[in-house]
């Protein structure tokens, strides 16, 4: 896999479009967006989700299909895009009982412009924030395999005092059969040093071994693909024809990170057997790098 990604690599570079230096591959719950809200068809609101008991936890469980009753999580508050105000108010009478139920006390609502956000306030300093599992590798229409995976990543959480809150299936034409987690974590004003469950997911296979003492894994979702507990990981390829230039750009980078307050974890540097050649570039050597943002 690691040539394929080079290649696309120098063609993006040859194209003129390489700009930044910090190259983040964390994956978790894109933001959806007005315009892909407004493409789906939503129904009438379903009701407020039960209160059921999870395995150990507790946690709350049920199927959404409706997106404005989808979540997202900030600061303290949880957010959703809804087309009327009538949608909102479904969104906070199923949300409300959930943020209780965990000791959350809400704190006032606001709708405007089809954006709503629900606050809430924290007798111990949780917050909730939320996974998205549908970039995971799994088989979208077993369910058994869905549930597996959902308790895979849920009891890690819950070893961790990650409080699991909620999980619910989602079935909405905009994914693929998929789920998601909500549970509480300490905030952090730099939403990337708090200690939250992500996703690292590299065009190239990830070395796992540089950063297990950084970070809990959770799950090898796939050998470019992985589950984890911990600060956002960043991730950067450099590549050289010389090994002494591979190692000169390690330092740079190095050196880069350390000026702008990113952590280092570690590196390795690969040989590469045959070499890459395209056109006048040859490679010998690779460095894969590892950070936390």
């Known amino acids: 896999m690691k040539k394929t990604v080079i290649a696309a690599a120098i063609s993006f570079l040859t194209a003129g479009a390489y ?19 407004k493409s789906a068809k939503i129904e009438l609101p379903a ?33 959703t895009y809804a087309d009327t105000e009538p949608l ?39 917050v909730v924030r939320d996974f998205m599992a549908e970039k995971l590798h799994y088989n979208a229409l077993d369910p058994a395999e869905m549930t597996r995976l959902q308790h895979e990543l849920l009891e890690p959480l819950e070893r961790a005092g990650m409080t699991p809150i909620a999980s619910f299936n989602i079935k909405n034409e905009i994914f693929r059969p998929t789920f998601n987690i909500y549970y509480l974590t300490q905030p952090n004003e730099n939403p990337d040093h708090e200690i939250r469950l992500r996703q690292l997911m590299n065009g190239d296979d990830i070395d796992f071994d540089i950063i297990a003492n950084s970070v809990k894994i959770v ?18 390829t450099m590549w050289s024809a010389t090994e002494d230039g591979v190692k000169a750009k390690l330092e740079d980078y190095k050196k880069f990170l350390k000026d702008n307050d990113k952590e280092f974890i570690g590196s390795r540097i690969v040989k590469m057997d045959p070499p890459y050649v395209s056109g006048d570039i040859t490679i010998n050597y690779v460095v894969n790098m590892y950070f936390f943002q």
Not at 99 to 104: A, S, T, Y
Not at 224 to 234: A, M, T
């Open 219 to 236: 799950k090898q979702d796939t050998p470019f693909s992985l589950v984890y507990i911990g600060k956002e990981l960043g991730f950067k």
């Open 19 to 37: 700009a930044g230096n910090l190259n983040l591959n964390s994956t978790g719950f894109d933001n959806l967006n007005l315009s892909q809200i």
């Open 88 to 126: 909102f108010k479904d969104f906070v009478a199923m949300w409300t009982p959930i943020l209780e139920k965990f000791n959350l006390k809400p704190a006032g609502t606001e709708y405007k412009d089809t954006f709503g956000t629900l606050k809430y306030e924290s007798a111990n300093g949780m």
């Open 47 to 79: 009701p407020a989700a039960e209160l059921q008991a999870g395995v150990k936890c507790g946690h709350v469980t049920g199927e959404i299909t409706k997106l404005n009753l989808l979540a997202q999580t900030a600061k303290s508050m949880l957010f």
